[in-house]
């Protein structure tokens, strides 16, 4: 894993990028889960990351953490398609 | 203690002297092979540092007999020969340094307890501060050292010089040096030695070690373990403990618990070999570069590693960019090095708890034990989690030293936040 294509940008360096958290499973988790519970899995992580030294945008990123395949990346929050 | 057993010779001037005259028949397998049984008191999973000094001090300090290391690969194969070797106990709070300073007494006798040659050297620690601010955020560690009785000192750039004449302390740099924190006793151990010592020691006393033998699941009966499936077949335990550092997120998600924890990656390296440079550890945050730390090793490669690659992986692949980091790092105080090569270069797993502190618990069954989340510390760590951890699960209470490491601090706020960065392993 060298790089993350970002919806804004195009194709970018990691190291222009920030990972922020793994997200719960759970949509309903409360707020000791969101803040302290990770989901382990070696198959699928689903993260916040943002593009620090880009357009500074909040990305979705869904890839495996045991081979660096990803799978999805995408814009968060309200404009996000 | 004398570690008696038909199997393991015990090593002394002596025995070096009939080996040599005796020639390779004299030398055995450090641990033997022995076969998986059906049933077992404590079952560890994990022969890394922390499991394997677990068993050991299980069947030493608490005579308990039937006690087995479960090791998906080879003794050794994960952390325990990953890391950069330095132990030290120059920690802020009042949980850490208690139980590092047990730690680093213990790391003093260790070879003597072991029987085995562990190399600690007491180098001396060094947290430089390359910017002003840095010298009060040193000064308050050193003074909680000291108030714990843990030797500490804030060295100004002349003792800075006395002490590490090779850093040239008072010379130019873009950031210059402005002063250090010193522990003395903190050191080096030889890290391979720790997993071969603990295992031969433990070996001795008739822990059985079994290598190639991976642990996939749990058996359960309400809220009691009863035993877990392996890959070479189901084996019954009355207790067992999980020291899988670097895959505890795994573990939970086995038992369907989610855990405070990420795996990071953290890479460190090593240079050729070149005569004696620096004859102590040097850590220091270089502005622009992040963290970098460096020692050289007693073949004379120069140890250096930095901060965790920043995101969560099992691929154990270091980014590029990090690396590049620590050398810069590494060349901004020593210039020199611009003539070493890399020789080597690897990453480990960590355990990342979200406040930078382990986890010695029960794991949702009363008899499942849980020692992880040593993020990248664990191990300096080896010594006193295998003694402390052992009394818990001999005993089932947790003693006073381990007791700030319960997996509930989470949940009531009792949070052991060394760096006070809140619950995230990497800055943002």
């Not at chain 2, 203690?1 to 002394?12: D, K, V």
């Not at chain 2, 953290?266 to 102590?280: R, W």
């Not at chain 2, 003693?399 to 319960?406: E, V």
Request: charged residues 20%.
């Amino acid at each position: 894993m060298t790089r993350l294509v970002c919806p804004f940008c195009g194709p970018r360096e990691l190291r222009e990028f920030v990972f922020h958290k793994t997200l719960p499973a759970d949509d309903n988790a409360n707020a000791y889960e969101r803040t302290y519970q990770r989901v382990a899995s070696i198959a699928l992580s689903s993260e916040h990351w943002q593009h620090v030294e880009g357009c500074r945008g909040w990305l979705l990123v869904q890839r495996n953490p045991s081979t660096g395949q990803v799978f999805e990346v995408r814009l968060l929050g309200a404009g996000a398609a | 203690m004398r570690l008696a057993s038909r199997r393991m010779r015990r090593y002394s001037a002596w025995s070096l002297l009939r080996a040599r005259l005796a020639g390779d028949r004299y030398w055995r397998p450090l641990w033997s092979g022995r076969t998986l049984q059906p049933a077992y008191d404590v079952l560890v999973v994990g022969a890394g540092g922390h499991g394997l000094a677990t068993a050991f001090h299980l069947a030493r300090d608490h005579g308990i007999k039937r006690v087995a290391v479960l090791e998906k690969r080879l003794v050794g194969y994960g952390n325990v020969g990953r890391n950069t070797t330095i132990v030290r106990s120059n920690y802020l709070l009042p949980e850490n340094h208690y139980f590092y300073e047990d730690s680093l007494r213990r790391w003093e006798t260790l070879s003597r307890d072991l029987n085995y040659n562990v190399m600690y050297s007491p180098r001396g620690v060094v947290d430089l501060a390359l910017t002003d601010d840095a010298i009060p955020a040193l000064a308050r560690r050193g003074n909680a050292m000291r108030l714990a009785g843990i030797d500490a000192e804030l060295l100004d750039l002349p003792a800075l010089e006395r002490f590490v004449p090779e850093l040239e302390a008072r010379r130019t740099r873009r950031f210059p040096i402005v002063g250090a924190l010193v522990q003395r006793r903190g050191g080096t151990v030889r890290h391979d030695a720790v997993a071969w010592g603990y295992a031969r020691a433990a070996s001795a006393l008739g822990v059985d070690i079994i290598e190639g033998c991976e642990v996939t699941g749990v058996r359960t009966v309400g809220n009691n373990a009863t035993g877990v499936e392996t890959s070479r077949g189901y084996v019954q335990a009355e207790r067992i403990v999980f020291a899988t550092a670097g895959h505890t997120g795994m573990i939970g998600t086995m038992l369907g618990t989610a855990l405070p924890i990420e795996t990071h990656l953290l890479q460190a390296m090593v240079s050729e070999p070149i005569k004696p440079l620096l004859n102590c550890v040097v850590v220091y945050v270089s502005p622009g570069h992040g963290e970098t730390y460096i020692c050289q090793s007693d073949r004379g490669g120069l140890v250096m590693g930095g901060h965790l690659d920043g995101f969560p992986s099992y691929t154990r692949e270091g980014q590029w960019h990090r690396l590049e980091d620590v050398v810069q790092g590494a060349l901004e105080l020593f210039p020199r090095l611009g003539a070493v090569k890399i020789l080597r270069h690897w990453a480990g797993t960590n355990d990342m708890t979200m406040d930078g502190s382990p986890i010695m618990d029960r794991l949702r069954y009363d008899n499942v034990f849980v020692n992880a989340g040593w993020c990248y510390g664990g191990f300096k760590a080896i010594p006193a989690s295998g003694a402390a951890f052992a009394q818990f699960v001999a005993t089932g209470t947790a003693p006073d030293l381990i007791r700030g490491f319960r997996l509930s601090r989470f949940a009531t706020g009792h949070m052991l936040d060394e760096p006070g960065q809140g619950p995230f392993p990497v800055r943002l």
